[in-house]
C-alpha cells in the first residue's frame, strides 16, 4: 500500500513516542518532547515519486531517525547534564530532552 506524507508522518510521531518511552525506560533521559513539526519534518527527509507517494514506503524510517534523532540524542546523552535542545534543523528547534542527574536511574 503507498503511503503519502501524511502516512508518513504518523509513522514517524509512533517512532518518537516508542524512542522516548524507550529513553526514559533505560534511564538515559527524564523526558523528551518534541513539537508537531517534527514527524512532519522528519517525512520530508524521505523520498517522493511525483504523485506525492515514498518511493520506499516506510522503509526509510529507521534511517532518517538514525540520522536526525539518534544523533541528536547521542550528541546530548555526551553533553553536561541540564536542559537541551537539539536542534536538528536550524532555526527549528525540533527536540527537547531532559537528562536524569547521573546516577538517578
Same mark, same amino acid.
Given at each position: 500500500?503507498? @503511503?503519502?506524507k501524511h502516512d508518513?508522518?504518523?509513522v514517524f510521531t509512533n517512532l518518537l513516542s516508542r524512542r522516548e518511552r524507550r529513553e526514559?525506560?533505560?534511564?538515559n533521559l527524564a523526558r523528551l518532547?518534541?513539537? &508537531? &513539526?517534527?514527524p512532519v519534518w522528519l517525512a520530508?527527509? &524521505?523520498e517522493y515519486d511525483d504523485s506525492q507517494y515514498t518511493v520506499e514506503g516506510a522503509k526509510e524510517t529507521p534511517t532518517i531517525m538514525s540520522r536526525y534523532v539518534s544523533? &541528536? @540524542?547521542r550528541l546530548q546523552q555526551e553533553s553536561p547534564p541540564a536542559q537541551w535542545c537539539a536542534a536538528l534543523y536550524p532555526?527549528?528547534? @525540533?527536540l527537547m530532552s531532559e537528562t536524569l542527574p547521573r546516577g538517578a536511574a
Open positions: 500500500m503507498p @503511503l503519502e508518513l508522518t504518523d526514559r525506560l533505560n534511564g518532547t518534541w513539537t &508537531a &513539526a517534527v520530508s527527509k &524521505a544523533r &541528536a @540524542l532555526p527549528f528547534t @525540533l
